[in-house]
């Protein structure tokens, strides 16, 4: 209600979080730049982003081919695996991951981008053929 009453900011807070709404004066989507700067770097492991398919940093292509939506990975060079609820339906030189196992999904993650006291902390198995999770060609 204070922002309908014009507040252009609004800060909510309880002994566990904080959250500050800002309205924009401008009606444009800020860009993911704009987002990141607002971060404090030094709290941070990793920043996970939804939203931003044109962005040129690294991702996770979800996929469902129930959807009827094409794969994206084949012509965007920053996906870096392919997560779906068909393996068999993503045939890709990228490791595809299976969606129904949140614990693969965060390994890869795990391995690709933090250190490596990280890795192995969600162990999956690796011994998957062509096609299956975590294989690379």
């Known amino acids: 209600e204070l922002r309908k009453a014009g507040a252009s900011q609004v800060l909510v807070g309880s002994d566990h979080r904080w959250a500050l709404v800002v309205e924009n004066g401008a009606p444009k989507e800020p860009t993911l730049i704009d987002l990141l700067e607002r971060l404090r770097p030094e709290a941070l492991d990793f920043v996970i982003v939804e939203g931003f398919k044109s962005a040129p940093i690294p991702?996770?292509?979800?996929?469902?081919?129930?959807?009827?939506?094409?794969?994206?990975?084949?012509?965007?060079?920053?996906?870096?695996?392919?997560?779906?609820?068909?393996?068999?339906?993503?045939?890709?030189?990228?490791?595809?991951?299976?969606?129904?196992?949140?614990?693969?999904?965060?390994?890869?993650?795990?391995?690709?981008?933090?250190?490596?006291?990280?890795a192995g902390l969600f162990a999956i198995p690796t011994t998957r053929r062509r096609g299956d999770a975590l294989s690379a060609n």
């Open 59 to 118: 991702k996770i292509e979800i996929h469902r081919p129930s959807l009827g939506q094409p794969l994206l990975a084949a012509a965007d060079p920053h996906i870096i695996a392919v997560a779906t609820d068909v393996l068999e339906s993503v045939q890709i030189g990228i490791p595809v991951l299976d969606l129904n196992r949140p614990e693969e999904i965060t390994e890869f993650i795990c391995q690709r981008f933090l250190a490596t006291e990280f």
